[in-house]
């Protein structure tokens, strides 16, 4: 097996700086860690609160904080920090190699799709963003690492995408024929799927932020080297 990981992300439309902040840890015990976080509102300000959430979040994982806790503590930061007047929504990604398991954290509306070769599943339970309510937690899903095993994050602008020109994005019924595909899709052909019907439905024009992590458990050429890779582009003016 091999995991693969892709994002892709598009800020807001005229607005240049992404509010969202994506980062990636290696966990001390092993494995790989992605913090996504989007700040309230949009451009410059909600990617200085984005990044200080995901900062926190980050140096918390790397310390080796369980990923609750991690969620948690990252949540009483912000509230002391910014006195509970202002949120961030937060999800925590985790390849586990210790439990060989995916663990998936969330403080965002924003549903979390899990795939594995029998269905699609919506994790879509209330929850609150980090940084306003007290005692806050983060809602915990945990899946095997297992081949097929496939699981998709994103921010609002997906989830809201569509809804001013009354074509709201269904997510589900774009990924489901991708992953039904033998073998299913790659991460990245996952990715940029999500994100170019996200755009789409908002005729190339995103109303917010858009970012899309994906996270897929693929099987693997048994005659390929153990080299890990990082592939990134990032287009600049």
């Not at 980062?23 to 996504?36: A, F, N, Y």
Request: hydrophobic share 40%; with cysteine; aromatic share 2%.
């Amino acid at each position: 097996m091999e995991i693969q990981i892709a994002a892709a992300k598009t800020p807001k439309y005229a607005v240049r700086e992404s509010g969202d902040t994506l980062e990636m840890i290696e966990r001390p015990g092993g494995g790989i860690s992605l913090v996504l976080a989007d700040g309230q509102g949009s451009g410059a300000g909600a990617k200085a609160l984005s990044h200080l959430v995901a900062r926190k979040a980050v140096s918390l994982l790397a310390d080796g904080v369980r990923d609750g806790a991690a969620a948690r503590a990252t949540h009483d930061f912000l509230y002391n920090h910014r006195q509970g007047r202002v949120s961030a929504t937060l999800n925590i990604i985790s390849v586990d190699l210790t439990t060989h398991t995916i663990v998936i954290s969330r403080n965002s509306h924003c549903p979390v799709i899990v795939a594995d070769p029998a269905a699609l599943h919506v994790y879509d339970e209330p929850c609150q963003p980090v940084g306003i309510y007290p005692r806050t937690k983060p809602i915990i899903t945990e899946v095997p690492i297992s081949p097929g095993i496939t699981v998709i994050v994103f921010t609002d602008g997906v989830l809201h995408a569509g809804s001013r020109h009354s074509n709201p994005l269904d997510a589900p019924a774009v990924l489901e024929p991708l992953l039904q595909q033998q073998p299913p899709a790659s991460a990245e052909s996952l990715a940029e799927g999500l994100l170019t019907a996200a755009l789409a439905c908002d005729q190339g024009r995103p109303s917010d932020d858009i970012s899309v992590v994906v996270v897929a458990v693929r099987p693997r050429d048994q005659n390929q080297d153990h080299v890990r890779h990082l592939n990134l582009r990032l287009p600049i003016d």
